[in-house]
């Protein structure tokens, strides 16, 4: 059962390392991600938003539903959490 | 025999006596970082969720180092629980006010009605708001999911060390 | 980006990721994972990701690590396997 594990291992890794040959280079230019949507950013986010960090401009308000559905997830998961584990006397 | 249990003990007591002390000296060193990292968002990395598990940690540690009751002294279940959906209450809550005065849910830019600033400057600071709410959130939710698992369930008693 | 430090982070994480699966106790097992996590933050630093790289120190090396410490508190410390 473990030398099949492990063939599962290896297979999927090299199935892995083989798709990221088709990934563009790190920080390239003309990569899709930064020739779409990214020079808008950070052109614009300070302008609108008046703040530095881009990261926290797209993460709570370009992407705000995103941030809005991780903390309901973290809600759910601590709220699951309390029904399963706890204990009331 | 009789001698090396009382002097393991000694140790023993020594070496508590230490953990507590440096970590009541320390507790509010990582509470204070936590609030600069959820307050400093806009200008450096880090946010809500950042924020919200350095305070979450800072109540492990106190957990880890005294035990559950004494955690319990500085912030009851209810208290903790409550805090659990204040998060999400502000974070939606911004987003209906947004609604209520006219924009799309979550369009902070239309929050200059009621703040004293333009509308880029009220963007900012509706990401400070939504950065507070997802703060407490997980902050008591780590809280929270910590207490149940180390205790299974029951820390009333609180014996866990 | 360097990529001799690059490379002696990524040969470090993986012998972090090989050795919290294939030791027997589970408390290291536990702790090593937070010293991958670390390197991985490390190694997120470096490439510039400030951002992923401070969740991944809260979360990952952080909270995930007293996570699982507490619930090895309520089942045998060795693995059977």
């Known amino acids: 059962m473990k030398v099949l594990a492990l063939i599962a291992v290896l297979l999927t890794t090299a199935m892995l390392g083989y798709a990221t040959l088709d990934m563009p280079g790190w920080g390239d230019p003309s990569s899709p991600a930064s020739t779409h949507v990214s020079p808008v950013y950070i052109q614009e986010a ?5 703040t530095p960090n881009i990261v926290t401009a797209v993460l709570a308000d370009y992407r705000s539903y995103d941030t809005l559905g991780e903390t309901v997830v ?14 009331v006397k | 025999m009789h001698d090396a249990a009382k002097e393991s003990k000694m140790i023993r007591d020594f070496e508590n006596i230490i ?43 106190m957990v880890l180092a005294y035990d559950i009751k004494e955690m319990k002294k500085r912030m009851s279940e209810k208290i903790n629980t409550i805090l659990c959906s204040t998060g999400v209450i502000i974070y939606t809550g911004i987003g209906l006010l947004c609604v209520i005065l006219g924009a799309n849910f979550l369009d902070y830019g239309i929050l200059e009605i009621i703040l004293p600033a333009d509308a880029e400057h009220s ?39 | 980006m360097i990529w001799q430090l690059d490379f002696i982070l990524l040969v470090i994480v ?25 390197l991985l933050c490390l190694l ?6 400030v951002d992923v790289a401070f969740t991944e120190a809260t979360v990952g090396a952080g909270i995930s690590t007293a996570f699982f410490i507490g619930a090895i508190y309520h089942t045998s410390r060795r693995t059977k396997d």
């Open chain 1, 74 to 87: 973290i809600f759910t998961a601590g709220v699951v959490c309390m029904m399963l584990l706890r204990k």
């Open chain 1, 46 to 50: 300070y302008k609108k938003t008046a």
């Open chain 2, 123 to 161: 963007r900012s600071l509706g990401i400070l708001g939504v950065e507070i709410g997802v703060g407490f959130t997980v902050m008591a939710v780590m809280v929270s999911i910590f207490l149940n698992i180390a205790s299974a369930g029951e820390h009333e008693d609180g014996e866990q060390g």
């Open chain 3, 14 to 38: 993986v012998i972090c990721a090989i050795a919290a699966i294939s030791v027997k106790d589970l408390l290291s097992s536990a702790i090593l994972l937070g010293a991958y996590s670390f």
């Open chain 2, 19 to 61: 953990i507590k002390t440096v970590c009541r000296a320390i507790i509010p060193f990582i509470q204070l970082y936590g609030l600069y990292v959820i307050a400093h968002g806009h200008y450096s990395p880090g946010g809500g969720f950042q924020g919200g598990c350095i305070l979450a940690a800072s109540f492990i540690l």
């Open chain 3, 44 to 49: 997120w630093t470096e490439m510039g990701a």
